[in-house]
């Protein structure tokens, strides 16, 4: 049976961060050209959870903690403004709109239009630049400027030719950044949307709600409500952000660093896999990086992972913050009822398969955030994007 991993304090945090690093002192420490990507390995039902045990490291043996707490953050409104309730409101009428055929005019900004279409590079149709019975909707931006606009005055059955120039940058594929092209469309039906309505009677038959006040009510609440966890979500951000700029590191503990590592491989590995097909190079390439930018980046999510975990170490020590072995079972409970981990019978075997020693790092490192949150001084609560 499939057991989820738990997603480790580095996840949680430093995925979300920027990769900012530390002031090191160490001059022995590993340059990113210099490092060899750890190989992602792949988890099964079977495997034991592979995260190394860290309560033997010291963690004043590799980083000099700094201020770290009134650690200054602006944070943004939290306000929902009518434009955001507005925009729930137009997703939700063009869920439920219809569309119609149009047989007797020419396409139209806003049509939806059917077609085929090849594409040529230097008179050779390239990958990726056809299509047959592709759905468009005209002004979209779904295509390159032009693409659109061209058909616009075209009828049913008539064929296109649109010589074009790709974007230059063009991160789609870079390979084609500002070359020109030629497309070759055929129109092959035409389509005009039709929205509902927002009436108090569309409301009724088509959400839980009876009135349109009552519905944009509720938009705003869920916003709010959004918008509240986005703010703490980057007030957090920020702060942990600023803690370890002010931090020294000594030396980065080099068996973390490469779990850490692995760890970002296997994410990107499964995306690359489940998702697309692919294989790990060929998801990265295909958007336009390399494997040696990967793999530096893999190096600097391991160091700042790996300092990370022991800064958290620090202040917990310093701050007296301490984990019962009750909390830890309350935690693998929560773990189990919020449907963060799968597949196990009760509490015991959750902290069989994770480590006490880990299940309580990771309580111990959510209480550390806790606290630095709220030690953090908001500069301004009114802060707009």
């Given at each position: 049976?499939?057991?989820?991993?738990?997603?480790?304090?580095?996840?949680?945090?430093?995925?979300?961060?920027?990769?900012?690093?530390?002031?090191?002192?160490?001059?022995n420490?590993?340059?990113?050209?210099?490092?060899?990507?750890?190989?992602?390995?792949?988890?099964?039902?079977?495997?034991?959870?592979?995260?190394?045990?860290?309560?033997?490291?010291?963690w004043s043996?590799?980083?000099?903690?700094?201020?770290?707490?009134?650690?200054?953050?602006?944070?943004?409104?939290?306000?929902?403004?009518?434009?955001?309730?507005?925009?729930?409101?137009?997703?939700?009428?063009?869920?439920?709109?219809?569309?119609?055929?149009?047989?007797?005019?020419?396409?139209?900004?806003?049509?939806?239009?059917?077609?085929?279409?090849?594409?040529?590079?230097?008179?050779?149709?390239?990958?990726?630049?056809?299509?047959?019975?592709?759905?468009?909707?005209?002004?979209?931006?779904?295509?390159?400027?032009?693409?659109?606009?061209?058909?616009?005055?075209?009828?049913?059955?008539?064929?296109?030719?649109?010589?074009?120039?790709?974007?230059?940058?063009?991160?789609?594929?870079?390979?084609?950044?500002?070359?020109?092209?030629?497309?070759?469309?055929?129109?092959?039906?035409?389509?005009?949307?039709?929205?509902?309505?927002?009436?108090?009677?569309?409301?009724?038959?088509?959400?839980?709600?009876?009135?349109?006040?009552?519905?944009?009510?509720?938009?705003?609440?869920?916003l709010?409500?959004?918008?509240?966890?986005?703010?703490?979500s980057?007030?957090?951000?920020?702060?942990?952000?600023?803690?370890?700029?002010?931090?020294?590191?000594i030396s980065?503990?080099?068996?973390?660093?490469?779990?850490?590592?692995?760890?970002?491989?296997d994410?990107?590995?499964?995306?690359?896999?489940?998702y697309?097909?692919?294989?790990?190079?060929?998801?990265?390439?295909?958007?336009?990086?390399?494997?040696?930018?990967?793999?530096?980046?893999?190096?600097?999510?391991?160091?700042?992972?790996?300092?990370?975990?022991?800064?958290?170490?620090?202040?917990?020590?310093k701050?007296?913050i301490?984990?019962?072995?009750?909390?830890?079972?309350?935690?693998?409970?929560?773990?189990?009822?919020?449907?963060?981990?799968?597949?196990?019978?009760d509490?015991?075997?959750?902290?069989?398969?994770?480590?006490?020693?880990?299940?309580?790092?990771?309580?111990?490192?959510?209480?550390?955030?806790?606290?630095?949150?709220?030690?953090?001084?908001?500069?301004?609560?009114?802060?707009?994007?």
């Amino acid at each position: 049976m499939f057991k989820k991993r738990l997603m480790s304090f580095a996840l949680v945090m430093v995925m979300g961060l920027s990769l900012v690093a530390c002031n090191s002192k160490d001059k022995n420490t590993t340059d990113a050209t210099d490092t060899t990507t750890v190989a992602a390995g792949e988890e099964t039902t079977t495997a034991p959870f592979n995260k190394i045990d860290t309560s033997n490291l010291v963690w004043s043996d590799y980083v000099t903690l700094g201020e770290y707490k009134g650690i200054e953050v602006q944070v943004k409104s939290v306000e929902v403004t009518e434009d955001d309730i507005q925009a729930k409101v137009d997703s939700l009428l063009s869920y439920y709109a219809t569309s119609t055929d149009v047989t007797d005019r020419a396409v139209q900004d806003g049509d939806v239009v059917n077609i085929d279409y090849t594409g040529y590079i230097d008179g050779v149709a390239f990958d990726g630049g056809s299509a047959t019975g592709a759905s468009l909707t005209i002004g979209s931006g779904q295509f390159i400027d032009g693409f659109e606009t061209g058909l616009i005055g075209a009828n049913i059955g008539d064929e296109v030719k649109l010589n074009l120039t790709f974007p230059n940058p063009y991160l789609n594929n870079p390979d084609y950044a500002g070359k020109a092209v030629q497309f070759d469309v055929k129109v092959n039906s035409i389509q005009v949307k039709e929205t509902p309505e927002l009436t108090d009677e569309f409301i009724a038959n088509n959400t839980s709600y009876k009135t349109v006040d009552e519905y944009k009510a509720s938009v705003k609440e869920s916003l709010e409500a959004s918008k509240a966890e986005d703010v703490k979500s980057d007030k957090l951000n920020n702060v942990w952000n600023t803690i370890i700029d002010n931090c020294t590191v000594i030396s980065y503990p080099e068996e973390l660093v490469a779990q850490y590592q692995t760890e970002m491989n296997d994410y990107y590995e499964q995306i690359a896999t489940n998702y697309y097909g692919k294989t790990l190079e060929e998801y990265i390439t295909g958007n336009g990086s390399t494997m040696d930018d990967f793999n530096k980046k893999t190096l600097e999510y391991g160091q700042t992972s790996a300092i990370s975990e022991m800064i958290a170490r620090g202040i917990a020590e310093k701050e007296s913050i301490t984990v019962s072995d009750d909390e830890v079972k309350e935690y693998a409970q929560s773990l189990i009822d919020d449907g963060t981990v799968t597949g196990f019978d009760d509490v015991d075997a959750v902290i069989e398969y994770y480590s006490q020693n880990y299940l309580r790092l990771s309580l111990t490192f959510q209480k550390v955030l806790e606290y630095v949150e709220e030690q953090a001084v908001e500069k301004t609560a009114t802060v707009t994007e």
